[in-house]
């Protein structure tokens, strides 16, 4: 490992990646002074607010997985089937 370090280039490489994974961890964290984040940043108050909705996606039906079964299905035993015909 002190091989690799003795370059000049991957020596700053790895102290500039080891400056940005710090910066973006105390970004995440909120600045690092105040512990779990919260209000500790600079003062900003954010209300999240949500609403529930019941809608279905297209991938929620049991019939759109019952068609994608089926159509794999036919594509795989085509493909399989292909070269044993035999007359």
């Known amino acids: 490992m002190s091989k690799l370090l003795k370059r000049p280039y991957t020596l700053v ?8 994974f710090s910066a973006v961890a105390l970004a995440q964290s909120g600045g690092g002074s105040g ?12 209300d999240v607010g949500t609403t529930s909705t019941s809608t279905t996606t297209w991938y929620g039906q049991w019939w759109v997985w019952a068609v994608g079964v089926a159509v794999f299905l036919i594509i795989v035993i085509a493909l399989t089937n292909r070269g044993s015909r035999s007359a």
């Open 13 to 20: 490489l790895t102290a500039l990646n080891a400056v940005l």
């Open 35 to 46: 512990g779990s984040g919260g209000s500790s940043g600079g003062g900003v108050s954010v």
